[in-house]
Each structure stands twice: as C-alpha cells, then as structure tokens.
C-alpha cells in the first residue's frame, strides 16, 4: 500500500465510472477506453489503497464497506477538477444553455440561482423551458433540453439525478376553508397531465374518499392560485411558494399525509452526453448553493 502521497487520485475516475455506469463495458464507453483498460485500473486502485473496493459477480459489482466509504470522495474529486476548471474558463464560458424547470420552481426557486450563474458566466445564453415533470424529462432524454429540474425521486438508466431542493407539499383550499371531510363533492385544479404535483392531488383526493365533480388543468402558478382564491376547487403547491408568492395570502392551506408531503427537486442530465463545460458550470452553480445529493 502506498502513501497518501504517492496515491493517484485519477483512478478514482474508472473507480466511479464503473459504480455509476454499472459494468466494465458500460464504464469504458463513458472513459472512450477498453473494458480490460477499467478493469487493469481498478485493480491498480485496489493495489494502491490496499483494499478491495468492489467485490465481482461475474459482470456485476457490488460495493464493499470500504468501496462505500471511497465513492463520496470519488465524486467531490471530480466536482473540485470541474470548479478547478470552470474557475480559470468562466470568462470564456459561452454558446447556449437549454434548462427545464416546473413552474413552481423557476417562479420560486431560479430566479437567484439563474443572477448568480450569470454573474459567472455571463457570455453564456440560458434558453428556460417551463413544463410538467415527465415532460422534461423525455425532452431531456430526447436531447432537447441540457438539463432540467423535476420533481422527484427519479431513478432512470440514462439520466444522472442529483437532489437540490426538498419541498412540502400543501393541500390549498379557497380562504377560510378546512379540508374538506371524507365523502364531500370537490373540484380539483392542478398542472396539466404528468405533473408530480397533480398526481400527489388525485391520490390525495383518492384516500379521502372525496367525489370529484369537476378538474380543472392549467400551467400557471398564478391562473391556478387564483381559481383557487375565487372558491372554484382544490389543488396541491409547495408551502415554499405559498409563503413567498405575493397572492399566497388568497388562499388557505393544510397538510398533507407525510407519504404525499415530501417533495425532492432534482436535477436531471443525460449519463452519456457530449462534453458541456456551460452545463458543468451550471451545476456548479445550482449544486453549490443547495445540499445536491447524487441518486443512482
């Protein structure tokens, strides 16, 4: 075993490829390299660390205690050589930026985060589409969109998902108005079909035993606040932006079940994707001012 000194921090990157990607053949398409090439250095990284990191099941791997104990290092490694990188090259950081976002986080959460990235990267043109979460989502994978904020959990083979912000999510009634009791007619005002938010307001509507008379889809925060405001319905938002929206005062709120509360943001980009230092300063930027976890 070898000093900390002497030990190459670089076969940490075959190390997370083949964690992240899942087999040797996998990782070695994302390193443009040979599987044999993968799996000489991770026997290399195993010989300087002294320890077995991933234990072989034909081609699979499963992680061992100290495999589990490396891979967060592993991943900061990577993200402190993009900074390193995005530090020097930030003026020269230009061309387009196609993100994606639901409605609810570019009215609330973006409008700090897009000021700061361009402060930093100030050639760079951000182009924002706003729509349901499974939408982005096939935009993304369709190579549509670079990047795109959805809610979450997500865990798909071909997109890497980092979470940036965990909402609660509140059941919103026209002001006044309690929840209504089990059994009662309602009508329900949500985000067009694929939002996680409606399908949280439908299964909600569902437990409860409430009759739907009527639904209502629009893709606005403000349209759907109002109608709510006006007594036409029901709907689910983000307690975040019910208290910093300037009309969040129209309406009234209770809480959700715990099951249908919680809420993840997440930060959804192709695994496999051709090199974007815009999109990597991006995620510098967004991950930077929010504890981003990585889901595989």
Do not use: K
Not at 20 to 32: I, P, T, V, Y
Not at 97 to 121: C, I, N
Not at 214 to 233: D, K, M, N, P, R
């Amino acid at each position: 075993m070898l000093s900390p000194t002497r030990f190459n921090p670089q076969l940490l990157r075959y190390f997370r490829a083949v964690v992240e990607q899942g087999s040797l053949s996998a990782a070695s398409r994302q390193l443009n390299c040979v599987p044999s090439n993968v799996s000489a250095r991770l026997r290399q990284l195993e010989e300087q660390l002294g320890s077995v990191l991933l234990e072989r099941n034909g081609p699979q791997f499963t992680l061992t205690a100290a495999g589990e104990r490396l891979l967060p290092h592993a991943r900061q490694l990577d993200a402190l050589c993009s900074a390193a990188w995005n530090s020097v090259h930030l003026d020269t950081l230009q061309g387009r930026l196609r993100l994606g976002s639901m409605e609810t986080t570019a009215a609330m959460r973006l409008p700090d985060v897009l000021a700061r990235f361009h402060r930093h990267a100030p050639r760079v043109e951000v182009e924002l589409e706003t729509g349901t979460s499974a939408t982005l989502i096939e935009r993304v994978l369709g190579h549509e969109l670079d990047a795109a904020l959805v809610a979450g959990p997500l865990e798909h083979p071909r997109l890497l998902a980092n979470e940036v912000w965990r909402e609660e999510l509140r059941l919103v009634v026209p002001p006044g108005e309690p929840a209504p009791a089990p059994g009662t007619e309602v009508s329900l005002i949500a985000f067009p079909e694929g939002c996680h938010y409606r399908a949280r307001l439908f299964t909600h509507a569902r437990d409860c035993g409430w009759r739907v008379r009527g639904q209502q889809s629009y893709a606005s925060v403000e349209a759907i606040i109002g109608c709510v405001g006006a007594g036409l319905g029901l709907g689910v938002l983000p307690a975040s932006l019910l208290a910093a929206h300037p009309r969040g005062r129209q309406v009234a709120s209770h809480p959700l079940p715990p099951s249908l509360a919680v809420s993840p943001t997440v930060l959804v980009r192709r695994r496999v994707a051709e090199p974007h230092p815009a999109l990597d300063a991006w995620v510098e930027v967004l991950l930077g001012g929010a504890s981003g976890t990585q889901t595989q």
